[in-house]
């Protein structure tokens, strides 16, 4: 399908886009802190309370991605492509336990980074570089994939050439650098408006002109199968396909709260319980998930034929929708990347800053001038996945992010299982995160980079499923069978058991047998009769 150019949609966006580069700048004003200090401009001073955080973490993690390569999925292969709804879901019981420990530690240590918790805990630069290396490595195609967001509603709107991408990475990098973290957290709260508007109006309208939703997925169920070089189909048959659709959510659920810019996110937070009542309410997302799965079976019953299944949603929208209202759209894809990618590009920047430049270039280097440098550092960090979209074709941003699931969830060992035991030894983490590193990308080498799942052979049978779950599993072998071989590690922990719970949780805790009890009551006077 061509895209010619679309002027009413254009002003829709532009004006739209306009009116949150404006609120990006506006928000170094608000919830005013020293933004000259690393913890003010990458935490937001740790001071978001429970609404706030919902918009920045619901907006970190659904990313503009999601709204375009989850229907996609659904448009090309079917039922499999649900697999974002489990994980989705299984991923928020996970970030209620780990998250506020997380929080707790590095509020009472002063870490900005799953890497100092490393540190700290295993006293090991190296495990802490290596998890440092991770994150940097998983982030950056993450974010180029954003940017691939806007492009490909800039391109659905007949606007060709690398321009207006420029311009929306100058805007991303300017207003991230002048107001840091509490930028993302204010445009997410315009963002999820006009997402949520989007899809609510797209699930009633684009159905009532279609047939209804059984017309719809008697057309897909139809057309499914039908599709090359793989078919697809409305439910998962086969055990193959079953053991797939199950390690994507399980594996993915396990590897989304250990990005960077998921803990960054929930580091900002005021308290644990921040975390804790949005780890419980978050699932709310995920009905809004389904409901834009569903497009790709839209697109199908419409009789879209896209070029590439990116341009699914795009193309529907154009379609069954008017100019006004496609630039609508648009503006919310769009700015849903904007959230994610000044989240992540943050993130990594404090990486950088924490766990390189001041762990080997300037170990005593001030506060302001850790500032300093991750502002820089974010800059270059977008820069980067500005060039990588630009100068490779599309399809490799995409390959490479699948192996950022991979990456990121080896390690869940020394980052998750810490918070919990100081048990393996640090050498064996650091070997047992080389074994999973290596041996799941050679897995998504031998695909040729191409989906998210091989076969492996064992005792005369075979096992389809995720990458990252054989990846992590050999991990964990490792790591554990060194541990029980070698020394006993005599690394410090520089944490202690009372810098996991916060100061909330301390005060209603019972006291130990040698301490005084905590909370005395006076003895109720005896009653006397007149």
């Not at 649900?82 to 780990?98: G, W």
């Not at 998890?131 to 974010?143: K, R």
């Not at 975390?275 to 978050?282: C, E, G, K, P």
């Not at 301490?515 to 003895?523: N, V």
Request: hydrophobic share 55%.
């Amino acid at each position: 399908m061509s895209h010619p150019t679309d002027a009413t949609a254009l002003v829709v966006f532009i004006a739209l886009l306009a009116f949150v580069t404006v609120l990006g700048f506006i928000a170094a004003r608000w919830r005013r802190g020293n933004l000259a200090e690393l913890n003010e401009w990458g935490l937001g001073g740790k001071r978001f309370g429970s609404v706030v955080t919902w918009f920045l973490l619901g907006g970190d993690l659904y990313t503009a991605y999601t709204f375009i390569a989850v229907p996609a999925l659904v448009f090309g292969v079917g039922a499999v492509g649900f697999f974002a709804l489990p994980y989705t879901i299984l991923i928020y019981p996970l970030a209620f336990l780990a998250l506020p420990r997380l929080w707790s530690v590095a509020h009472r240590r002063g870490y900005v980074t799953p890497a100092d918790f490393v540190r700290g805990r295993f006293g090991s630069r190296s495990l802490a570089t290596a998890v440092a290396a991770t994150g940097l490595l998983a982030t950056m195609p993450y974010i180029a994939l954003q940017l691939v967001g806007i492009q490909v509603v800039l391109q659905a709107m007949g606007v060709q050439g690398d321009w207006p991408l420029v311009i929306a990475f100058v805007i991303l990098a300017a207003y991230t650098y002048n107001s840091g973290l509490r930028a993302p957290a204010l445009i997410a709260i315009v963002k999820d408006a006009l997402i949520y508007i989007t899809i609510i109006v797209a699930v009633i309208y684009i159905p009532s002109k279609l047939g209804g939703f059984g017309a719809i997925f008697d057309k897909a169920g139809a057309a499914l199968p039908k599709h090359t070089p793989k078919p697809g189909s409305l439910i998962p048959s086969g055990v193959d396909a079953q053991t797939t659709y199950a390690s994507l959510a399980f594996g993915s659920a396990l590897a989304l709260f250990l990005y960077p810019h998921a803990i960054t996110g929930s580091l900002s937070s005021r308290s644990p319980n921040v975390i804790r009542r949005n780890a419980a309410v978050l699932p709310a997302y995920s009905f809004l998930l389904g409901l834009i799965a569903l497009l790709g079976y839209m697109a199908i019953a419409a009789g879209i034929k896209p070029s590439n299944p990116n341009f699914a949603v795009p193309d529907l929208f154009i379609q069954q929708f008017p100019s006004w209202f496609t630039g609508f759209a648009f503006a919310a894809i769009a700015i849903g990347a904007l959230v994610p990618a000044a989240v992540m590009s943050i993130a990594a920047a404090n990486l950088f800053t924490r766990n390189v430049w001041r762990e080997f270039v300037r170990p005593d280097c001030s506060d302001a001038e850790q500032a300093r440098v991750a502002k820089l550092a974010s800059l270059f960090v977008k820069l980067g996945a500005l060039i990588f979209v630009i100068v490779l074709p599309t399809e490799y941003a995409i390959d490479l992010q699948l192996l950022g699931g991979v990456w990121i969830l080896q390690t869940l060992p020394s980052v998750a299982l810490g918070l919990y035991t100081r048990w393996f030894n640090r050498v064996a983490l650091l070997v047992g995160w080389a074994a999973g590193m290596t041996w799941g990308t050679i897995l998504a080498a031998d695909a040729s980079f191409k989906g998210s799942v091989s076969t492996v052979h064992l005792f005369g049978g075979h096992l389809t499923a995720y990458w990252g779950l054989f990846a992590i599993v050999l991990n964990l072998v490792v790591s554990t069978v060194l541990t029980l071989v070698l020394p006993r590690d005599r690394a410090v922990d520089e944490t202690t058991p009372e810098d996991y719970v916060s100061e909330e949780e301390a005060q209603i805790l019972p006291a130990s047998p040698e301490e005084e009890p905590r909370f005395t009551r006076e003895p109720r006077p005896a009653r006397t009769r007149n």
